[in-house]
T-cell receptor, first 110, second 115 residues
Framework: NAGVTQTPKFQVLKTGQSMTLQCAQD?????MYWYRQDPGMGLRLIYY???????DKGEVPNGYNVSRLNKREFSLRLESAAPSQTSVYFC?????????FGSGTRLTVV | AQSVTQPDIHITVSEGASLELRCNYS??????LFWYVQSPGQGLQLLLK??????LVQGIKGFEAEFKRSQSSFNLRKPSVHWSDAAEYFC?????????????FGAGTTVTVRA
């Protein structure tokens, strides 16, 4: 029982490159989320999807796009990476009152 | 808008001593409150959560937290700290509007345990 799986675990990008962070959950949860974690700032919500077919902006959506491909998968795309997007990214899913986090993707933009 | 304040950025405690981490929240309705722990390089692990009922909540690893509505607080406590408790701790608040359970996190408190 994997829970929430994120890929890749580590990535280095050059400024201006694009990439997609993948997230999949096997708990049949309706809601999925993307957070970024930066030192001294806790976790900030980038985008979320309350259910399959819907997505909404969170606190820090600029520079990102998301796709809720199906109920299991929720991807985060950086179209033109910037050094300010260097961070650790966490995907999470929830159903009613249960929240499960992935192990994170550490992204460095140089 | 919901928000969380963790007033202490860093706490150092001796092994065997008690620990209390402060959390204050702002939320317009009945909050759902959580404490998570993160070891270096790891993901977030849920310690405990409060939704309703008894305001003293027991969690894993010997932690407990008390919800005080009048003070908008949800402080985390442990009577006797172990070296393995050295980590970063995050308080989070959320709610339930339809199927939207977004969480807002505090900035975190780093706990150092000295021998």
């Amino acid at each position: 029982n994997a829970g929430v799986t994120q890929t890749p675990k580590f990535q280095v990008l050059k400024t201006g490159q694009s990439m997609t962070l993948q997230c999949a959950q096997d708990m049949n949860h309706n809601s999925m989320y993307w957070y970024r974690q930066d030192p001294g700032m806790g976790l900030r919500l980038i985008y979320y999807s309350a259910s399959e077919g819907t997505t909404d902006k969170g606190e820090v959506p600029n520079g990102y796009n998301v796709s809720r491909l199906n109920k299991r998968e929720f991807s985060l795309r950086l179209e033109s990476a910037a050094p300010s997007q260097t961070s650790v990214y966490f995907c999470a899913s929830s159903e009613t009152r249960g929240y499960t986090f992935g192990s994170g993707t550490r992204l460095t933009v140089v | 808008a919901q928000s969380v304040t963790q007033p202490d950025i860093h706490i150092t405690v001796s092994e065997g001593a008690s620990l209390e981490l402060r959390c204050n929240y702002s939320y317009g309705a009945t909050p759902y409150l959580f404490w998570y722990v993160q070891s270096p390089g790891q993901g977030l692990q849920l310690l405990l959560k409060y939704f309703s009922g008894d305001t003293l909540v027991q969690g894993i690893k010997g932690f407990e937290a008390e919800f005080k509505r009048s003070q908008s607080s949800f402080n985390l406590r442990k009577p006797s700290v172990h070296w393995s408790d050295a980590a970063e701790y995050f308080c989070a608040v959320g709610g339930a509007i339809w199927d939207d359970y977004k969480l807002s996190f505090g900035a975190g408190t780093t706990v150092t345990v000295r021998a």
